[in-house]
C-alpha cells in the first residue's frame, strides 16, 4: 500500500547517487542541496520531505519548500 511507504531520507539519496534540490513555495526559486554536508549536520536518517518543511528561502524569507530528488549521471 502506498500510504505506509516511508519516504527518502538523506541516506537513502546518497546511496543511489541522487543530489537534492529545494523549491521555495513562496517565490518558485530553487536551490541545490549538499547532501553530504545535510547528513554531518542533520543525520543520514533525516526523512526528505522534513528538510523541505525546514528550509527557509535566502530570497524571499519564506519557510517551505518542495524537494526533489535528481538522478546524477555518472
Known amino acids: 500500500m502506498i500510504g505506509d511507504m516511508n519516504p527518502a531520507?538523506?541516506?537513502n539519496?546518497?546511496?543511489?547517487?541522487n543530489?537534492?534540490?529545494?523549491?521555495?513555495n513562496g517565490c518558485g526559486r530553487c536551490r541545490d542541496l549538499d547532501v553530504h554536508a545535510l547528513s554531518k549536520s542533520l543525520?543520514?536518517?533525516?526523512?526528505?520531505?522534513?528538510i523541505g518543511?525546514?528550509?527557509r528561502c535566502t530570497a524571499?524569507?519564506?519557510?517551505?519548500?518542495?524537494?526533489?530528488v535528481v538522478a546524477v549521471r555518472w
Not at 13 to 17: A, E, K, L, T, Y
Not at 43 to 50: N, Q
Open 60 to 68: 524571499c524569507g519564506h519557510k517551505g519548500g518542495s524537494m526533489q
Open 53 to 55: 518543511r525546514r528550509a
Open 19 to 24: 543530489d537534492l534540490r529545494v523549491f521555495c
Open 13 to 17: 539519496v546518497i546511496q543511489n547517487n
Open 9 to 11: 531520507t538523506l541516506a
Open 43 to 50: 543525520g543520514p536518517e533525516m526523512a526528505v520531505p522534513e
